[in-house]
């Protein structure tokens, strides 16, 4: 069972752009929730995490938003760039279970110039 | 500063035939995970080894076996390869407890 969900699966961003990408979980022992940026021919690399004791993370132009009584947590890519183009993938887990991620689908975003 | 490698980078297999996916990791990690990724499946856990001597079925185990060789090297075994095999596999290593996955480049399988 998919208890990550990951929307859209694809995204079209203009440069200078706000992209959103949004994930809803299930579980709600769930306790850290990462993001991942993969770029084609790569490995996927963590690129900002969160924990449920607090709403929202910024680094740099990189945002990620927490809704715990929704169960949805979002990524926002503030002033998008070409170099933004990758594929993203949201990811929780439950530390007490050791440290194994549950994976969305992944979003494919493409910022054009 | 190597981090995760992966060997074979790109495998062909016919339907049938056995193979070993490599993984060594030099960061000193306690955890090591296999994943296989599919378009719009995400990242779906085969097995992972919470620590050395230790290994357990993830998401998708079926058709794969692994072994934890010693601290830095987790295998990854497909004894009869099927087409539903062909993906793009990662290998990933991590702290114990809840820290950033660092992930391999991949291996590109395909099977015919």
């Known amino acids: 069972q998919q208890q990550v969900k990951q929307s859209p699966q694809s995204l079209i961003v203009q440069k200078g752009g706000i992209s959103i990408i949004n994930c809803a979980y299930e579980n709600t022992a769930f306790d850290y929730f990462p993001w991942y940026q993969q770029f084609p021919g790569k490995g996927p690399a963590l690129l900002i995490a969160i924990r449920p004791d607090v709403s929202e993370k910024k680094e740099g132009r990189f945002t990620i938003s927490f809704n715990k009584s929704a169960k949805q947590f979002s990524l926002h890519i503030m002033d998008s760039q070409p170099g933004d183009s990758a594929t993203y993938f949201c990811?929780?887990?439950?530390?007490?279970?050791?440290?194994?991620?549950?994976f969305g689908e992944g979003t494919q975003l493409t910022v054009n110039p | 500063n190597a981090g995760v490698t992966q060997t074979p980078k790109f495998q062909v297999l016919k339907t049938g035939q056995s193979m070993t996916l490599q993984c060594a990791q030099d960061?000193?990690?306690?955890?090591m995970y296999w994943y296989r990724q599919d378009p719009g499946m995400g990242l779906r856990l085969i097995y992972y080894s919470a620590s050395e001597g230790t290994t357990d079925k993830g998401e998708v185990p079926n058709g794969y076996n692994v072994s934890r060789l010693n601290k830095r090297e987790f295998s990854l075994r497909l004894e009869s390869a099927a087409p539903s095999q062909t993906s793009v596999y990662f290998c990933a290593s991590s702290r114990t407890g809840t820290n950033g996955y660092t992930f391999g480049s991949g291996t590109r399988l395909t099977v015919v």
């Open positions: 960061m000193n990690h306690n955890s």
């Open positions: 990811a929780a887990s439950k530390e007490t279970s050791g440290s194994r991620l549950t």
